[in-house]
């Protein structure tokens, strides 16, 4: 029979809109986080990182923010293009071994 | 800098074969990282090293995956002999030692098993 793999969460949104990516992380010694982009048939990524001891991240219309409250990380994108389109993962790393969550699907409509 | 470089990129094999993919990562990164990705699973982290010495291999699935780091700039894993389950994109990944901690990925291996 067919097998089920992971269904990927998805975000549609219009070409200039702001996106928010949602990511909840399970390990509270996690110290470090990273959001990752990855294009059909490309490797993830690096887009942004953060570290446990802030809660606000800025780069070039990216924006992470953290909540350890509730182990709960978000990637926020500003006037979001085509080129955004792919799957946004989040990543966690607690000494030096890198957990990804299961990742999210970011559709941009023209 | 060219970045991680995977060799090769897509693989064809029958199954029984043994197959070795190989990765070369950054320059003067000490941590190299071997994921799998599949869509049943997601990306799973296989084996990782520093300074060339495997720290945690816990991810292999078994006996048939083995990985060696034989100096700073190459890695191979192996899978003798290979089955139809293998069949994923197999990414290596490369990091520095402190600063930004984030792994530098390479393009993947598309691995089939046929």
């Known amino acids: 029979g067919e097998s089920v793999g992971l269904h990927l969460p998805t975000l549609s949104v219009q070409e200039g809109d702001n996106s928010i990516i949602n990511c909840a992380y399970s390990n509270s010694a996690s110290d470090y986080f990273i959001w990752y982009k990855q294009e059909s048939g490309k490797g993830p990524q690096f887009i942004i990182d953060?570290?446990?001891?802030?809660d606000k991240r800025q780069g070039q219309r990216v924006t992470v923010l953290l909540n350890k409250t509730v182990k709960h990380l978000s990637l926020q994108i500003a006037a979001t293009q085509p080129g955004d389109s792919a799957v946004y993962f989040c990543?966690?790393?607690?000494?030096?071994?890198?957990?990804f969550g299961g990742g999210t699907r970011l559709m941009v409509k023209p | 800098d060219a970045g991680v470089i995977q060799s090769p990129r897509h693989e064809v094999t029958e199954m029984g074969q043994e197959v070795t993919l190989r990765c070369k990562p950054i320059s003067g990164h000490d941590y190299l990282f071997w994921y799998r990705q599949t869509m049943m699973r997601g990306l799973e982290l296989l084996i990782y090293?520093?300074?060339?010495?495997?720290?945690?291999d816990s991810g292999m699935p078994e006996d048939r995956f083995s990985a060696k780091m034989p100096n700073a700039s190459f890695s191979t894993l192996k899978i003798q002999p290979s089955e139809p389950r293998d069949s994923a994109v197999y990414f290596c990944?490369?990091?520095?030692?402190?600063?930004?901690?984030?792994?530098?990925f390479g393009q993947g291996t598309r691995l089939t098993v046929v």
């Open positions: 990543a966690e790393n607690a000494g030096n071994m890198l957990t």
């Open positions: 990944a490369s990091s520095p030692t402190g600063g930004i901690r984030a792994a530098f």
């Open positions: 090293f520093n300074n060339n010495v495997p720290i945690d």
């Open positions: 953060i570290r446990s001891n802030m």
